[in-house]
């Protein structure tokens, strides 16, 4: 039973794990950096608290925990059989729920209930896993709380190497989207959970943003400063992720505006031309606070983040147009505010705007 | 004779205002509504389905089985469809789905389509005319990864079904739970 296996093992696991960790050196290190852009700092900037809470399905860029890796040839002792009575063999895509020092506590994400999916990200590869199975919890790994065992033809799907049942490491993890007639049309009886967003210092996205773009001007006040070529210098003080939306919004500055452009793309694609959402999710993807293949109108970030204005990024949004503040300056796909706002098309504009209408959305931590 | 006068003079006055009030205009609708907060109409017709059964659970199979099986660019035709072979809340539901998918842009362009099969309808003990019903769904999406490695799950709903005329069933009220 793998559950058997996580609790009796678990902490011989987190002290080997961290011995290799430490032993593979700046190899392992190397590697987990080069798949999760800083993964190492985001580690640091995260909590070790015991557990997380799940963002709603579908929200967000889901989340950095730490997760271990059991069962297979070179850990027999976990068995085959899964707490939730399922044959892992037969069942592959599972994970354990881990959490505490009994099976009661397994609860680390809340104690989600059995075939519950997830989808985990390892580097590119992502896979949606049930869970099947409960361990006991342990140390954080990489500062990051420990949640979730993998079992390890799960992990070996996702490229993680195969350690006799002894890799840790960070995986991200988020809620696939709800499924069903009765979700699609918005007609269940049960909304799907609010989103609890976790803690700012479990999850600052400051720190997990992709690496910077090259060439980003920079200057020395407390917001960016629009620049005579219509690009945006960002704040030396400003967090890493908002250093990165301006560099990703100065990659797409003067762009042409058309309804629908840049919709179907991938994120990091520099689109023809775009409209007021793909805009706004260029940026934030160039944050690292959208996934890559994210795309959705305006409307769909009414919910984005967190209400409220934020520190230094804050997004306007409607069901017809979706606009944005980073670091004090608008960005938006037309000058609204009127003559002396700046172009008329995708950019930078200097002066502010109307919000009457709009949601005030902001990201996390941001 | 001149109290008698009086009495008269009252008199006449009170019957030529009562008269005078009588004459009046009755109220707007619209100042009936002021009154009674309601706005006064014929009541609605009575719903009669397009499409009916000769039992409850043929009519909740059918209904079922169209609800969960469609794709975006069918949905909101099917759902138009559905909603003229029910009545009750039941329709205004559909309705409500048929307009929201029109121009659901996220369903559009993600390419998300629905299937699945009706496994069980079963009567809810103590509850006449209503009925569980158990399905199993798989989302699907051509434009988006979002659905990509998700199984086919169960759901449940509620079904409650009417009998438009004898032998003539039809649902009247439809509940997804989850």
């Known amino acids: 039973m793998g559950s058997r296996r996580t609790g009796g093992g678990v902490a011989a696991v987190g002290v080997i794990g961290a011995v290799i960790v430490a032993g593979l050196g700046a190899g392992l290190l190397a590697l987990l950096t080069s798949v999760f852009g800083k993964g190492s700092e985001c580690g640091a900037a995260a909590s070790p608290a015991a557990g997380i809470v799940l963002a709603a ?17 070179g850990d027999p002792s976990s068995g085959v059989i899964g707490s939730s009575g399922a044959d892992l063999l037969e069942q592959p895509d599972s994970y354990a729920e881990l959490g505490g020092d009994t099976f009661q506590t397994a609860t680390a994400m809340g104690g ?71 979700s699609l049309l918005d007609q269940t009886a049960e909304a799907t959970p609010a989103l609890v967003a976790p803690s700012t210092a479990d999850q ?29 210098a960002a704040p030396a003080a400003a967090p890493l992720a908002v250093r990165e939306i301006i560099a990703a919004g100065n990659q797409i500055v003067g762009k042409p505006y058309v309804y629908g452009g840049g919709h179907g793309l991938a994120l990091s694609d520099v689109a023809p031309a775009y409209d007021c959402s793909s805009a706004v999710e260029h940026l934030l993807y160039g944050g690292g606070l959208l996934p890559l293949t994210y795309d959705a109108p305006s409307g769909t970030l009414e919910s984005f983040g967190q209400p409220g204005a934020g520190r230094w990024v804050t997004l ?20 609204a505010a009127g003559p002396g706002d700046g172009s008329t098309g995708i950019g930078w504009h200097p002066l502010i705007r109307s919000d009457a209408g709009f949601a005030a959305r902001h990201p996390v931590g941001l | 004779m001149t109290r008698l006068c009086l009495v ?21 609708p619209v100042a009936r509504a002021d009154d009674t907060h309601e706005y006064p109409s014929a009541p609605p017709a009575p719903q009669t389905a397009t499409h009916v059964t000769s039992t409850a ?9 169209a609800y969960i099986n469609w794709d975006a660019q069918t949905v909101s035709d099917d759902m138009r469809t559905l909603a003229a072979r029910s009545v009750g809340q039941a329709r205004a539901a559909m309705m409500l789905a048929a307009a929201q998918t029109t121009g659901d842009y996220e369903l559009q362009r993600g390419g998300i389509s629905n299937s699945g099969t009706v496994e069980a309808v079963a009567p809810l003990v103590g509850h006449d005319r209503e009925y569980v019903v158990v399905t199993r769904e798989s989302t ?8 990509q490695g998700l199984q086919p799950a169960w759901h449940v709903a509620l079904a ?3 009998e438009q005329r004898a032998g003539e069933w039809v649902v009247s009220d439809w509940q997804p739970e989850n």
């Open chain 1, 57 to 73: 399905p579908n929200t967000g860029t889901g989340q950095l925990v730490g997760a271990t890796e059991y069962g297979g040839p």
């Open chain 2, 57 to 65: 659970t043929e009519a909740i199979r059918a209904f079922v089985t």
């Open chain 2, 140 to 147: 699907r999406a051509t434009n988006t990864t979002a659905y």
């Open chain 1, 316 to 335: 306007y949004a409607s069901a017809d147009h979706v606009f944005m503040y980073v670091a004090g300056l608008r960005w938006d796909t037309h000058n």
């Open chain 2, 8 to 28: 008269l003079l009252i008199g006449a006055l009170v019957c030529a205002g009562c008269g005078g009030h009588a004459a009046r205009p009755a109220p707007s």
């Open chain 1, 204 to 232: 600052d996205p400051a720190t997990c943003a992709p690496a910077a773009l090259a060439g980003v001007p920079i200057t020395t006040t407390d917001r960016a400063q629009l620049l005579p070529n219509g690009l945006a």
């Open chain 1, 112 to 182: 989600l209930p059995y075939l519950t999916p997830l989808r985990i990200t390892w580097g590119a590869r992502s896979a949606i896993a049930y869970k099947r199975d409960i361990g006991l919890g342990g140390s954080s790994i990489d500062g990051l709380p420990r949640v979730l065992d993998l079992w390890w033809q799960l992990a070996g799907r996702l490229g993680i190497p195969y350690e006799d049942g002894l890799w840790s490491g960070p995986v991200r993890i988020q809620r696939p989207p709800d499924t069903g007639a009765g």
């Open chain 2, 160 to 162: 409650t079904v009417a």
